[in-house]
């Protein structure tokens, strides 16, 4: 069974992909957000910063140089004892998320290329003068006009609404597996909606309900099937997927007589159940063709691009 084959089964069994979900997948800020996030190492550190900030509604902390943390508990305790909440206010938000071990001025390539959106104002902090304003982001310099000292800025910037949706309903990631698999050559599976492609949460009506595909691609005979998780894998959900998967699969045998070679992978940025063990599920799902089931754990996720190479020459 070659590729075209493959496509053109998929192609006749999709429904109606969520408007939300076009949306968010189709927008150029939520796709300049992926490209930021991955690409850097530690983005694990920033991903859990920034997913930390959605249920608050607050924003994200970052400075333009390091200064020290004893030297920022101190500008906090001033802060306090002098009444300024705001500067405590931000000193303290910022003092919680610089607890990471990476540098929080990346952050300002994310507001360069638009992925996050800037507050008008910002702290900023002479450590020669020893002092302490809020001053409009604009007007902002780099050296201190009465002593000429590098000046600490912190900045405060916020998520645009689309990528917080895109980090809440999980597609973030869909989105990302999406770009590596096309980077990597393979031809994703797509749906055109209003002339745009659209490749991430496509349902396809089988037994009259709809089964969900995170992400699909095809090389050659083989069908990849990618679950994406932000949060935690467990047991049920495998199990669960790959009986959602066997309709979808039928399915297609029925219509075509013929089975694609099939592999799924989950791709899990959350905790791994140490339960799940991929290779029982070959033995399970046999009749499907399964070829292999695999994990990729958060460790391996900036390498996705590699790893999916590697398997392209397997098949
Ligand atoms: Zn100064």
Redesign the pocket.
């Known amino acids: 069974m070659d590729e075209t084959k493959i496509l053109k089964e998929f192609a006749d069994l999709q429904s109606e992909i969520r408007e939300d979900k076009i949306k968010i997948e189709l927008d150029p800020v939520v796709s300049q957000f992926v490209d930021q996030l991955f690409e850097q190492d530690g983005w694990a550190c920033y991903f859990h910063i920034i997913a930390n900030c959605l249920g608050k509604g607050s924003l994200v902390y970052y400075s333009n140089t390091g200064l020290k943390e004893d030297k920022i508990v101190e500008l906090l305790a001033r802060s306090f004892s002098e009444g300024s909440g705001i500067f405590a206010d931000i000193l303290s938000k910022y003092l919680e998320q610089s607890k990471v071990s990476t540098p929080l001025d990346f952050f300002q390539n994310f507001v360069d290329q638009g992925a996050l959106k800037l507050m008008s104002e910002c702290l900023e902090y002479?450590?020669?003068?020893d002092?302490v304003r809020i001053i409009e982001v604009k007007n902002r310099e780099d050296e201190?006009?009465?002593?000429?000292?590098k000046?600490f800025h912190i900045m405060q910037a916020s998520l645009p609404e689309a990528v917080r949706a895109a980090i809440s309903n999980g597609q973030l990631l869909e989105i990302y597996v999406k770009k590596c698999l096309q980077k990597a050559g393979f031809r994703v599976i797509s749906k055109t909606v209003n002339g745009a492609q659209v490749s991430t949460s496509i349902p396809y009506s089988v037994y009259a309900i709809d089964v969900e595909i995170d992400v699909g691609a095809v090389e050659k005979s083989s069908l990849f099937i990618f679950e994406c998780k932000t949060g935690k894998l467990v047991p049920s959900e495998v199990a669960q997927k790959l009986a959602q998967l066997k309709l979808l699969i039928d399915t297609i045998n029925r219509r075509i007589n013929g089975l694609p070679d099939l592999h799924v992978i989950f791709v899990v940025l959350g905790e791994i159940d140490k339960n799940v063990e991929p290779r029982t599920y070959e033995t399970a799902f046999a009749d499907l063709n399964l070829k292999s089931c695999q994990l990729i754990p958060a460790n391996q996720v900036a390498g996705l691009v590699s790893h999916l190479l590697k398997l392209k020459t397997k098949v």
């Open positions: 002479c450590s020669v003068c002092q201190c006009p009465n002593c000429s000292a000046l």
